[in-house]
């Protein structure tokens, strides 16, 4: 089992910038990808950016140039930098961790644990 720990939401004004952790701990040797999933209400969870133990990035489109994906192996983290924020950034972003070695997986079901989620809320 793998235990996956997010922290850094909140509350922030459009164009403003936050940071996501999140800290895996447990079988961690059979983690290759890690992402980060994003979900509005009413809407489906939705990839936001994926990186392997490579280093092999993923991101949605709506958020290439805005947010950066990174990971440290050694401490078993992997963060998320939100920059220019906007309202339609609002939602709940979970953690996730992969155990495909093939690629960058971008399908939920790809990924076999998950985060309890942090809230980012974006104000217009």
């Known amino acids: 089992q793998v235990q996956l720990v997010e922290s850094g939401g909140g509350l922030v004004q459009a164009g403003g910038s936050l940071r996501l952790s999140c800290a895996a701990s447990?079988?961690?040797?059979?983690?290759?990808?890690m992402g980060w999933y994003r979900q509005a209400p009413g809407k489906q969870r939705e990839l936001v950016a994926a990186?392997?133990?490579?280093?092999?990035?993923n991101y949605a489109d709506s958020v290439k140039g805005r947010f950066t994906i990174s990971r440290d192996n050694a401490k078993n983290t992997v963060d998320l930098q939100l920059n220019s924020l906007k309202p339609e950034d609002t939602a709940v972003y979970y953690c996730?961790?992969?155990?495909?070695?093939?690629?960058?997986?971008?399908?939920?079901?790809?990924?076999?644990?998950w985060g309890q989620g942090t809230q980012v809320t974006v104000s217009s």
């Open positions: 447990g079988s961690i040797f059979s983690i290759n990808a």
């Open positions: 990186i392997t133990s490579g280093g092999s990035t």
């Open positions: 996730a961790a992969s155990s495909v070695v093939a690629g960058t997986p971008n399908r939920i079901f790809q990924y076999d644990y």
